[in-house]
């Protein structure tokens, strides 16, 4: 039985403890956690010595910390400078969780620390004192064996001889010191490993994601009550980030882009600092970071609330394909047959309106390459899996495999109609003809960037779309826009669920 299938039957023998939290807004237990550290050592061959580094403290005490996903993944643990050690031996998998001290000094900058005695209670391994690592580490290690490495590390993991060209990250320096006092052992980079795992998501974890996609989803909402000409960008992100708040979110999952105009037509633009002006497109991707999960949202919509017809033509064919590639999710599919699908509907409606030549028509893009004239207009992926990262892993996007139960990820094609995009391509003969035949679409079309970008969650029997309560159609988004009125209450039930999660 692979690794992949024999973590989901642990997780389906945890989804009863899980329903009841997964149902109330979720929460991961401490029971799962556990089954996700004794899967990642059992996936492991031979005894060995397991080590999982957390991040560290900021510089600043005033700056945000953020736990590694791949820590918080096995152990739920969200304080800085902690580590993970677990020994495998015989059979046996002994479990320590190093921690910092309680110090009443530094707890009135940073806040109460669980402390080494509060380990046993809240998770059930033995706490030991952050400063006592590396002397247990040495102790395990003197007489060889395997470590198994988890972290922030470059070049398998610090198994490379220290040295080179390569920025040694500060994981990596504690594993090239371990290497140089124990000159025999063999270390390994089990992140693929915990990735893997982390490929197959619990229904707590499924909970958890949808929790944030319908609490972002309502940020969009409130947002087209809002928009309207001469509001600046930041307005509306600060709108969304304190919707999310309101509703028990962690806060935005992401840096909130809300790009009017000619930003709309940047794929990152964030410094949401611009003025909306009428007959312009906003282009909002923007969502809710909740108990530790991830969504991931764009809406575009027109500042005066009505679509021109030029906006509708590019509207129409960015949400066609994004509909063209959702009738294909259920399982067992390949992403990559969402993507054809989607693309399909790009190189056609492209075409049509006049932007492309044809839907296989290519440009020169330079040192003798030619590229595809979509790639002009649409130049990012069809999507990716969330959940503790926004960009996370799902083990139907690993080497082509099949979407499975449980994959969560997001849908977003977008077009984006640079207003300079003829004057930065290539200047050959073959792209000064693409110029003459496309400039009176480019001239129609300019600046206008659409991005359609909806959650999914694969079913037995299809697909669920958790940030659906967002309009996504012309129709609907002209309505919801025409709705003004006073920023609704907040959602009782997830702020109920929050308290539960971050007491």
């Not at 509703?247 to 990152?268: M, Q, R």
């Not at 949400?319 to 993507?339: I, S, W």
């Not at 590229?371 to 892993?393: E, F, K, R």
């Amino acid at each position: 039985m692979t690794l992949v299938r024999s973590f989901r039957s642990l997780l389906c023998a945890l989804a009863l403890q899980s329903l009841v939290g997964a149902v109330a807004g979720a929460q991961v237990t401490q029971a799962e956690y556990a089954a996700r550290r004794d899967a990642l050592a059992k996936s492991l061959s031979g005894d060995g010595v397991i080590l999982v580094l957390g991040n560290r403290e900021p510089k600043e005490n005033f700056q945000n910390f953020w736990q590694s996903e791949p820590f918080n993944y096995l152990t739920g643990f969200l304080e800085p400078d902690a580590a993970l050690v677990m020994v495998k031996k015989g059979g046996t998998i002994e479990q320590m969780l190093f921690v910092e001290p309680r110090d009443p000094a530094q707890e009135v900058w940073t806040g109460a620390r669980l402390g080494v005695e509060g380990v046993k209670p809240k998770t059930g391994m033995t706490g030991r004192v952050a400063t006592a690592l590396r002397a247990t580490l040495d102790s395990l290690l003197t007489q060889g064996g395997t470590l198994h490495a988890v972290g922030d590390l470059s070049r398998g993991g610090g198994a490379d001889v220290p040295g080179g060209t390569t920025i040694r990250t500060a994981d990596d320096q504690f594993i090239d010191q371990l290497k140089l006092t124990h000159r025999n052992i063999t270390v390994s980079d089990a992140g693929s490993v915990v990735n893997r795992l982390r490929g197959v998501k619990s229904p707590a974890e499924l909970a958890l994601i949808r929790t944030a996609a319908q609490i972002s989803a309502k940020a969009h909402v409130q947002a087209m009550h809002a928009i309207a000409p001469e509001l600046a960008e930041f307005e509306i992100q600060a709108l969304a980030e304190y919707t999310f708040r309101r509703n028990g979110a962690d806060g935005p999952s992401y840096g909130s882009i809300v790009g009017s105009g000619p930003n709309s037509t940047t794929l990152h633009y964030n410094k949401d600092d611009r003025f909306m002006k009428a007959g312009e497109m906003v282009n909002m991707d923007m969502a809710a970071y909740y108990g530790g999960y991830s969504a991931d949202i764009t809406r575009t919509v027109p500042v005066t609330g009505s679509f021109t017809p030029a906006q509708k033509d590019i509207y129409q064919i960015v949400l066609d394909a994004q509909l063209a590639a959702e009738r294909q999710v259920k399982p067992g599919t390949r992403f990559a047959t969402l993507n054809d699908s989607a693309t399909a509907v790009l190189r056609h409606g492209l075409t049509t309106i006049g932007l492309i030549e044809s839907p296989t028509a290519t440009y020169d893009c330079g040192n003798g390459r030619s590229c595809p004239q979509l790639s002009l207009y649409y130049m990012h992926g069809l999507g990716h899996p969330i959940g503790l990262d926004v960009h996370d892993v799902d083990v139907g996007f690993s080497s082509g495999a099949p979407l499975a139960v449980g994959s969560a990820f997001t849908i977003e094609p977008g077009i984006y109609v640079r207003e300079n995009l003829l004057a930065i391509i290539p200047d050959t003969p073959r792209n000064a003809a693409l110029r003459s035949k496309v400039a009176a679409g480019l001239k129609k079309y300019a600046n206008i960037g659409v991005r359609v970008e909806d959650d999914y969650i694969v079913t037995a029997t299809g697909f669920e779309r958790p940030t659906s309560e967002a309009p996504r159609t012309i129709a609907e988004i002209e309505k919801e826009m025409a709705r003004k009125g006073p920023i609704p209450a907040r959602d009782a039930a997830t702020v109920e669920a929050y308290k539960k999660i971050r007491p």
